[in-house]
């Protein structure tokens, strides 16, 4: 095969852990290995994945009753790369999960080819027409859209597909997905925390499609806005068609920052090396490693990390701005001043990087340009007047200061993550943690108040349901809460009132469409 196919290997091995030993699979029952039975076919008592793959092909049905990753998956083609991704998220989120997100795609597909069957002379559209009715289809099932281009949006691809909230990254992938079925010529692309697709005629003729907005783009709006270089795109660093290898990198890679944010940063590192291994000149992947290595203290690898990120795409200030708080760390307060000059003349507005400048020059005794920069900060952030920096009292409060925003995010993801695993009270705890870190984010009250309600803390559910309305009055998913909750207390007329006023706030929600008919029939049955 052309690209990575080790999950057909793994899922196979964990259903029949006898397969290497044996080389085949008494699939029939009959007392003996048939031919086609048959996984080590040059009986090196190692089943290679090129050999799992042809073993799963030439057995598909049986199997795929047999295991429940294969049945779900069997609505689309076995070697179409999405299943790789897939199976690597698996071991981050629940069964179900998995489930949903490949019916989400199968149906994908299935609406995209009904759309395309009902087109007259549809094999005659022009690429773009074809790449715009996935996206058409996307939204016609009410999916939302990250289409700020400069703006990453991380997540895993499973939990962006149940929330129906894609960024570039799922939006990609669901692209991918489907133009592997349909046998279309396209390829993702990258540019600075950034993906999108391209189509690749015979004749090495390309159109670039921007696949959250389901427009045409190219390679010049890139670079102009990601400050891609010539050279970088001739080296392939950027905006060049990925390899079956390298887009195997960024399954990795994505997996490894749902690792990072789930508290697992052993992992995260694990997957970032084997991205890094997949393509040796992703930026992205460096920078992402270094940011483990630093929160785990591991300070020269995380410079070495920011080192080689910088080197491949130089005209990145985060990456200075995070490369020299690893000096500031490790004492190397000249240099860091150097990458936070270079940080501001790329972000010139940049609260943070000037207050960490105003931190290496007071510890290198340049007492005055160093109150320059807390001076300047302050305007630029007036919150920051809060720390009053002292020397040598080093970075710790900066950066809590501004990681509280990230770690309240990754707290709630790793809390949801607990949610689906049952584990409520665990989220709890994590989101106890990010209210305190962000105390004006109507969701995390939201969920907080979702989990207490599991756990029969209904005085404080509903506590958190009304602080959250009170933060964003036309919440829909907080009156759905308080309905459920309200249902779990025996209380429908409540609950309905509830449904009613989110249906109020969006009339076309099929969810609350469908809890609103679940209430009222139950209502009629109690009476």
């Known amino acids: ?55 799963y092909v030439n057995n598909r049905s049986i199997l795929n009753r047999r295991i429940a990753f294969l049945r779900w998956g069997s609505g689309l083609s076995p070697d179409n790369p999405i299943h790789q991704l897939i199976y690597l998220e698996s071991k981050l989120v629940p069964s179900s999960e998995i489930q949903t997100t490949y019916q989400f795609l199968t149906d994908i597909v299935e609406d995209v ?20 009715r996935v996206y058409l289809v996307l939204r016609e099932q009410n999916v939302s859209f990250d289409t700020q281009l400069n703006v990453s949006s991380y997540g895993l691809f499973t939990d962006n597909v149940r929330r ?105 590192i694990a997957d970032f090396n084997r991205a890094i291994e997949l393509n040796t000149d992703n930026p992205m992947a460096y920078a992402n490693r270094a940011v483990v290595q630093q929160r785990l203290g591991h300070l020269e690898e995380a410079l070495a990390d920011f080192n080689r990120a910088i080197e491949l795409h130089p005209n990145d200030h985060q990456y200075y701005l995070d490369r020299a708080t690893v000096k500031i760390r490790l004492g190397k307060f000249a240099e860091a001043i150097e990458d936070l000059n270079r940080s501001l003349e790329l972000s010139p507005e940049s609260a943070e990087a000037t207050y960490l400048r105003g931190v290496a020059n007071v510890e290198l005794g340049n007492l005055e340009e160093g109150n320059k920069d807390f001076e300047r900060a302050i305007v630029l952030e007036p919150r920051l007047a809060e720390i009053n920096y002292q ?15 990230s770690e309240a995010e990754a707290l709630f993801q790793r809390a949801m993550v607990k949610v689906r695993a049952g584990d409520f009270e665990g989220a709890l705890a994590d989101l106890n943690r990010a209210i305190e870190l962000d105390p004006q984010d109507e969701m995390l ?15 404080e559910a509903m506590a958190d349901f009304n602080r959250a309305l009170e933060l964003y009055p036309r ?12 249902m779990m207390l025996g209380d429908y007329q409540e609950a309905l009132r509830n449904v009613e006023r989110a249906l109020e ?18 209502m009629e049955l109690n009476h």
């Open 113 to 132: 080819r009904q759309s395309l069957s009902s087109s007259q002379e549809s094999e005659e559209l022009p690429p773009l027409a074809k790449m715009a």
């Open 1 to 55: 095969m052309s690209y990575e196919i080790p999950w057909i290997r793994e899922t196979l091995l964990a259903k029949y852990p006898q397969l290497d030993h044996d080389g085949g699979v008494d699939l029939d029952n009959s007392g003996n290995i048939e031919e086609d039975e048959i996984a080590d076919t040059d009986h090196n008592q190692n089943v290679s994945e090129e050999e799992s793959y042809r073993f």
């Open 164 to 268: 129906r909230e894609l960024d570039c990254d799922t939006a990609t992938f669901i692209l991918l997905t489907a133009a592997h079925e349909f046998d279309w010529p396209v390829h993702a692309i990258t540019a600075p925390d950034h993906m999108a697709t391209r189509w690749v005629e015979g004749n090495g003729e390309y159109i670039d499609f921007e696949t959250t907005a389901g427009m045409p783009t190219n390679d010049y709006l890139y670079m102009n806005l990601f400050h891609i270089s010539r050279e970088q795109v001739e080296q392939g660093i950027f905006l060049g068609n990925l390899t079956p290898a390298e887009l195997s990198g960024q399954f990795y890679m994505n997996r490894g920052i749902g690792y990072s944010e789930a508290g697992r940063p052993e992992e995260a």
């Open 505 to 522: 706030i969006d009339p076309e929600n099929e969810q609350v469409q469908s809890l609103a008919r679940t209430l009222r029939l139950q």
């Open 475 to 486: 919440n829909v998913r907080v009156y759905c809460n308080i309905a459920t909750l309200k």
């Open 391 to 405: 020397p040598g009292d080093g970075i710790d409060r900066i950066l809590e200061f501004y990681m509280n925003n």
């Open 445 to 459: 009250y939201s969920n907080r108040g979702a989990a207490r309600a599991q756990l029969g803390q209904y005085e």
